[in-house]
């Protein structure tokens, strides 16, 4: 049924599941940004990993579904799809910012194209040189496959793959992306965004994140070596397919190669 078709009865119910851990500072943005999207036929689900700040109290407030389950961010994730009950699911992170109008989008790239899955670009937002270098990567990113992974899925055939795999603490997003592929799902990019709170990160703090997710990396690569096939001469022709984007913003581009460069080194050792 065409999108158009439902605005003259019912849009389908869309399930937002969010895990949360101490995320009081970045919470009440996302759950605003929900409140402010155009479609209402929303349901919100809160999974906390037992916060000591105030993530509970702004959920309440919210009046969203909050659920208290120790666990990993995959963990969380899969719970929140085992009691979703919405004909799609989007799993969005504590500290993103929907753009208004995007899960309407995501419907409507589902009805009107037949696709199962909708991968949402990524803009990061903060202060200080390195989120520019930050956000330039994502530019030069954007729709490059291998490079995105979708978020907002049909839920029956979310279930059908069983969730994210909880043995990834990292890459869980582009593992189960990879087993949608392989399924043969329809894939889409939306127009709309998400805003990345990342705040004002330093160059050590971002590489005290890259070694705690490099310790873990490992796994994922491990369960797909036979299709990961990274090399310099494929980043060579990324960023020359791209390089408007680096002439474009010449002091955010040294930046950006250093972090390149750092991941790739922190992720094999």
Not at 15 to 42: D, F, G, R, W, Y
Request: net charge neutral.
């Amino acid at each position: 049924m065409r999108y158009d078709t439902l605005l003259s009865t019912k849009t389908p119910l869309v399930s937002i599941v969010i895990p949360t851990k101490n995320s009081a500072k970045t919470l009440p943005e996302l759950l605003q940004s929900i409140a402010c999207q155009n479609l209402t036929n929303l349901e919100t689900i809160v999974v906390d990993d037992f916060s000591t700040d105030d993530t509970g109290g702004i959920a309440k407030a919210f009046r969203v579904q909050f659920y208290s389950v120790e666990g990993s961010r995959t963990q969380a994730r899969n719970y929140g799809l085992k009691i979703a009950q919405g004909v799609y699911v989007f799993f969005v992170d504590s500290d993103m910012i929907l753009q208004t109008g995007l899960v309407e989008e995501c419907v409507k790239l589902c009805l009107d194209g037949g696709h199962q899955a909708i991968i949402v670009p990524e803009v990061d937002v903060g202060r200080g040189y390195w989120v520019s270098c930050l956000r330039l990567g994502k530019e030069i990113s954007r729709v490059e496959r291998g490079h995105e992974a979708a978020r907002f899925f049909d839920r029956t055939l979310a279930e059908y793959l069983g969730g994210y795999d909880e043995k990834l603490l990292a890459g869980e997003d582009f593992d189960l992306h990879r087993r949608a592929q392989k399924l043969g799902l329809r894939f889409a990019s939306s127009e709309s965004e998400i805003y990345h709170q990342v705040g004002d990160l330093s160059f050590f703090e971002l590489m005290n994140k890259y070694r705690f997710y490099g310790k873990s990396i490992d796994t994922y690569r491990d369960k797909w070596k036979s299709e990961i096939h990274s090399s310099p001469d494929e980043f060579v022709r990324l960023v020359f397919r791209k390089r408007h984007l680096l002439l474009g913003n010449l002091i955010e581009a040294p930046g950006y190669f250093l972090i390149v460069l750092a991941q790739y080194v922190i992720q094999r050792h």
